[in-house]
């Protein structure tokens, strides 16, 4: 696509639910950044694809993040037992990944909101 | 770890007036990338400096990459209310070495432009 889809732009969860996040990269990116950006803050780097693979999962703050890219194009963010303080705008972002080329063009975000 | 830090992290101005914000990283980095996000919005990317000492200009923005390519600057001459945002520095994990992967990015100046 022209730019980097991702939704739902806006989910509402009750607290312990599941929630997945999609992300649908910019056509030929092979690398694919997930951000999170609490209000007041800067986006916290939570993970990055090269390809398929994981290349950095550093920034997932726990066991209870996950996320995929099975084919190497769109990925899933998937958060299990949700809790309050995961509320934020989880933003994805994908880039050519060619070395010393990593602009990254950020979707609009998906509001996470757990009550 | 490494750390990107900006200052101020507020900035009002009036229009017309001069703005600057700074960023300083705890390590040496092998490029600083810029971006703005306006209100509501997602970060757009803005320009990435990759020599030591570098100068770009994009009308009325000037960015600066310092000597020893741990510090970077960008100055608005002559706001306008189309200024209005939060500016966001990012700069590479790894060091001096590194260009691809995750990209750290400091808290961000808010600008406020009063017409």
């Known amino acids: 696509g022209a730019g980097v889809s991702q939704t739902p732009s806006n989910k509402v969860t009750e607290k312990g639910k599941y929630v997945e996040l999609r992300c649908d990269p910019i056509s030929g990116h092979t690398a694919l950044y997930w951000y999170r950006q609490s209000l007041g803050q800067g986006p916290e780097f939570l993970i990055y694809f090269q390809g398929t693979g994981a290349a950095d999962d550093s920034g997932l703050p726990n066991d209870r993040f996950f996320a995929v890219r099975p084919e190497g194009s769109v990925s899933t963010l998937k958060i299990q037992r949700t809790e309050r303080g995961d509320s934020a705008v989880y933003l994805c972002?994908?880039?050519?990944?060619?070395?010393?080329?990593?602009?990254?063009?950020f979707g609009a975000g998906s509001r996470l909101t757990v009550l | 770890g490494q750390q990107v830090m900006q200052i101020p992290q507020y900035q009002h101005v009036q229009e017309g007036e001069d703005f600057t914000t700074y960023c300083n990283s705890s390590?040496?980095?092998?490029?600083i990338q810029w971006y703005k996000q306006r209100p509501g919005g997602h970060p757009v990317f803005l320009i990435q400096l990759v020599k030591s000492g570098e100068v770009k200009k994009q009308k009325r923005l000037t960015f600066q990459f310092g000597e020893a390519k741990k510090n970077s600057s960008l100055h608005i001459t002559a706001t306008q209310t189309t200024d209005v945002g939060t500016y966001f520095c990012?700069?590479?994990?790894?060091?001096?070495?590194?260009?691809?992967?995750?990209?750290?990015f400091g808290r961000g100046t808010q600008l406020t432009v009063w017409p």
């Open positions: 990012a700069g590479p994990a790894g060091g001096r070495g590194s260009t691809l992967g995750r990209l750290y």
């Open positions: 390590t040496t980095l092998s490029n």
């Open positions: 972002a994908s880039s050519l990944g060619l070395s010393g080329a990593n602009v990254l063009t």
